[in-house]
Structures are given as structure tokens and as C-alpha cells.
């Protein structure tokens, strides 16, 4: 398994680009199991997990080709309904292919994606969700198996605004008889994405990015290029990267509307923040000071930020709290920050963090895909040498990260290792 190694201490300067949405590009692509005609969806990211997307879309029988960040897909017909253990164990977001299997092809068999480090991570809301559209759901020796013969368009209240489910249901009705009204929806920027995708295929969507959603069934929809919007969490992440380093970074082809809690919490911590149409340059201070964050569902700060906002509060000045209130265990990270000389209490979901505004590189091991930059941030900070492993991790969604880090100043270097990683977020 490969290893990053970084030497602290370098602020970065300079300007990196931001890629594709991952969140974004996942469910798009899914929902390419929606029509038979082709779909070219552009901008995407080349990151491990779209890369299984693509592997389970042609185990399903779609076409797929890319080039670059250019994505092509049809489906003209099926090879199987079955997104199978081995590769779901690999990557949770396969269960979007769930909501479009059952709405055109009728039936769905969808391995369960079991437990995961950030937290259990349960699907009952899309198997709910699904069975109100009419679908039979049940769940056998670990897979989820949905049938319908054609979705029929109703009421669904979710109890938690969750994302792919949201994106799960959303595509569902698309093709449902009727009309079907999702309230409590998830308003992330990459809902707001794929629906923009969906209704360019002549899908009829309204309210996408806010909590309620209407859909109208259509009988079928057609192929469309989409280009993805930019990633708002890889982009807060470099945000990040410059404000603890002490740097002076801007990063472009970024959409300075999805980081606005972001935005108003590195403002808040002395960072000199400065928006323009589609670049954001961040000047850090000499010391950042400690400010509080609870993590939301969006326009809330991203709890995708949050073990990155946490690297950076340890090197800030004065004590800050950090609550995590979307998953029930997203604090591992803790452990291997004070591996490095933070000064960090849990209680309960709380992070009490003193900054102490030093860090000492030391070997610390990678939890999940945010856990991993955030160890990158604090590597960058601190003093000495920094080796992070199980950096499979955070190869499921950076794009080169570093590649776009080192060109920014940062020492960083990745030291090959034998054998893989799979595991699931
Ligand atoms: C999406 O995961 C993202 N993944 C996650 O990003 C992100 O952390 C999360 O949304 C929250 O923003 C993709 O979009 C592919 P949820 P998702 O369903 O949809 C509970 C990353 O790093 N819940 O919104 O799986 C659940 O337990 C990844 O890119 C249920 O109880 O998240 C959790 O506590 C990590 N029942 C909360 O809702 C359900 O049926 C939020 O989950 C579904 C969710």
C-alpha cells in the first residue's frame, strides 16, 4: 500500500485548479442506466471512485468510455441487475444504481455496503423511499433486491435530508407513473447537479436545492453532455491547505456559492478571503485563531471539512469546539492528530481542541477519504517528517493531490508500496 510522506513547514503560494465533483459525478453517471442513449458527462474527476462507477456500469452492461476527464456512457441493454459485494464493499455510492435499475429495468439486486469507519451508514431511508414508489424491497444473504413493474409517483418525507438517497429517489421518479413530492430532501450543490442533468434528458424536476422536490414521471428520458460542477469539498480542502501552511493560495474554476460556511469560518479565523466569479485566493495570517464549528447538512459547514478544520484548529490560537452532527463516529481522526502533539479532548461528538499552534510529524495511518487530507494538512503544519498509510483512502477522491500540493510549494512525496486497499465510505 503506498504512503505519503511530508516534511512540514513550507507555506504554500501559487494557484491550483479545481476538478470535478466526485459527489457529483457518481450519481451522474448512475443515472446514465436511466435511457439508451448516449451520455457524455465532461469535467469528471479521475479519482478511484468514479473509476468503480465506471467498472460497475459495464458489469451491468453499459458502455463506457473515457478519456481524460470525458466520460461517455449508453446503455443499450443490460447484462445483469447485480451490483455485487465485492465491489460495493469498495464504495458505498454504488447503491445509487439502485433507484435507476428498479425505475427502467424493474428489478434491482444491490449488495448491502455494510459498515464503514465514519459510521453505520444504514440505506433504510432509499429502501423506504423506494417501497413508497411502489417497489417490492427485501433483503436477502445481504443484498438489497428491489422489483416494480413500473414506480408509481407519491409522497416521500425523509427523516434525515441524506444525500444519495435523496439522488436515489429523485432518479427513481423520474420514470414513475404519477407524480411523486420528496420532502426533507437533501439541498447539496450535487443534487441540484444531477437534476439539472436529469432535466436536460427531459425529466420534469422542480425545487432541486431545496428540501422539497417534485418530480414528474415521464416514460422515458434521452442521452445529454453535462459538464460536472466544480468539487466544493477538494476546493475547501486546498482552502484549507494554504490557511495552515501560512500561505498565500488561489485556487480557480471553483464556485465560490458552495463554500460560503467554509468560507465564513476561515474569515472568521483571521484568514483574508477574497471571492471572484469563479477563483477564491485565501491569504492566511501569521496565527489563525480558534473558532467553534457543528457540522450541518448543506448550506451547514460540510462535516467533509471537518477533520480538515480540525488540523487547522490545532495550529490556531485558543480553544475551539468541534461537533459533528451528521455521522455518529467521524472523529477517529483525533487519534492520529495527537499521534502528532495535538491537544484534542472527545466528548461525545464534541472535539474540544487547544490549539497549541505546533505539531511534530510522526507515522499516522489514514481512517477515510476526509480523515487523510486532513492528515495532510497537519503534515504540511508540522514539524518534521510526516508519513500517512492507507493512503488508498484518499486516492478515492483527490485528484493528484500531490501533484497539485507540491506544485504549490508543499514537500510531499509518495512512496510506493506493494498491493492494494478497499474499503468503503
Ligand atoms: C454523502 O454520503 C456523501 N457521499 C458523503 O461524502 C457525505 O459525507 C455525506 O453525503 C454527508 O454530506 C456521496 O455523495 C457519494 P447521507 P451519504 O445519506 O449520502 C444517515 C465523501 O467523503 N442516513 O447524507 O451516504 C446516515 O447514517 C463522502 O465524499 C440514514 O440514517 O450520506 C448519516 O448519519 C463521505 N439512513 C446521515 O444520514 C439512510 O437511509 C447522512 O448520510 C441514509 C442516511
Redesign the pocket.
Known sequence: MDRIVITGGSPLRGEVRISGA??AA??ILASTLLSGEECVITNVPAVV?VRTMATLLGMLGASVSAEGSRVAVSVQALASTEAPYALVKTM??S??VLGPLVARWGEATVSLPGGCA???????????GLAKLGAEVTIEHGYIRARARRLRGTTIYL?????????NLMMAACLAEGTTVIENA?K?P?ITDLASFLVKRGARISGAGTDLITVEGVRELRGADHEVIPDR?EAGTYLAAGAITGGDVEITRCQPRHLEAVVMKLRESGAQVVEAKESIRLKAPRRLKGVDVKTF??PGF???MQAQIMALMCMAEGPSVITET???SRLIHVLELQRMGADIKVEGNHAVVSGTGTLTGAPVMAS???ASAGLILAGMAAEGETEISRVYHLD??YERIEEKLGNLGAVIRRVKGEGGGAAA?
Open positions: 466526485k459527489n457518481l450519481p471512485d458505498r455510492a447503491v445509487l465514519i459510521g453505520t451508514r444504514p440505506v433504510n431511508l432509499h429502501l423506504s427523516d434525515f435530508p441524506t444525500v444519495t438517497g435523496t439522488e437533501a447539496e450535487e469539498i447538512a448543506y460540510p462535516t467533509d451528521v455521522f455518529e477515510d477519504l476526509r478515492r477522491g465510505a
